[in-house]
T-cell receptor
Framework: KQEVTQIPAALSVPEGENLVLNCSFT??????LQWFRQDPGKGLTSLLL?????REQTSGRLNASLDKSSGRSTLYIAASQPGDSATYLC????????????FGSGTQLTVLP | NAGVTQTPKFQVLKTGQSMTLQCAQD?????MYWYRQDPGMGLRLIYY???????DKGEVPNGYNVSRLNKREFSLRLESAAPSQTSVYFC?????????????FGEGSRLTVL
């Protein structure tokens, strides 16, 4: 069974810092990995999708990397801003399935002005 | 651009009452999903529909039923609500399977069962 772990559960940083969020998964036979953002009281918004053949994906100040062999992904946020404050979740397909996603519990990020 | 629309946004039920959560997407997606999100438990899949006319159980299907009414709409029904079903429910959709492409979420439906 695929298990997804995100550490730390919460992170607080001053504005302007570069930061890294971590995601680990137990079954490396994945089709892709997705990073989502969730604002309080809102749904999830997809940030980045990394296909299994890719090593990284970039969007603006966000960069996500994927190391399938070690079962790890990182989300790098450059020059953090208060507007980046949200919960960030990673998700991968469960073992042997391309139809669903298994989610981590998320990292709650607070960027202090 | 509506994307995924869920109704209602908030609902309070008494134990034993029934209700249906509605979901519609306007992106011509084949696959649709219902998740619940609980503190400390993360997002858990209740049911999904890989294509029109098909539905499959997810991780926590007990106490729920679903209907894929057409390609756009996927409803979730609670036949006899229980306090353990107090949660935030999210509908999502993807062009093909969620494990192969981007997943789009609705804003959520907050359900309280007394």
């Amino acid at each position: 069974k695929q298990e997804v772990t995100q550490i730390p559960a919460a992170l607080s940083v001053p504005e302007g810092e570069n930061l890294v969020l971590n995601c680990s998964f137990t079954d490396s036979a994945i089709y892709n990995l997705q990073w989502f953002r969730q604002d309080p009281g809102k749904g999830l918004t997809s940030l980045l999708l990394i296909q299994s053949s890719q090593r990284e994906q970039t969007s603006g100040r966000l960069n996500a990397s994927l190391d399938k062999s070690s079962g790890r992904s990182t989300l790098y946020i450059a020059a953090s801003q208060p507007g980046d404050s949200a919960t960030y979740l990673c998700a991968v397909p469960p073992s042997g399935s391309a139809r669903q996603l298994t989610f981590g519990s998320g990292t709650q990020l607070t960027v202090l002005p | 651009n509506a994307g995924v629309t869920q109704t209602p946004k908030f609902q309070v039920l008494k134990t034993g009452q029934s209700m249906t959560l509605q979901c519609a997407q306007d992106m011509n997606h084949n696959s649709m999903y219902w998740y619940r999100q609980d503190p400390g438990m993360g997002l858990r899949l209740i049911y999904y529909s890989a294509s029109e006319g098909t539905t499959d159980k997810g991780e926590v299907p007990n106490g729920y039923n679903v209907s894929r009414l057409n390609k756009r709409e996927f409803s979730l029904r609670l036949e006899s609500a229980a306090p353990s079903q107090t949660s935030v429910y999210f509908c999502a959709s993807s062009l093909e399977g969620a494990g192969t492409g981007e997943l789009f979420f609705g804003e959520g439906s907050r359900l309280t069962v007394l």
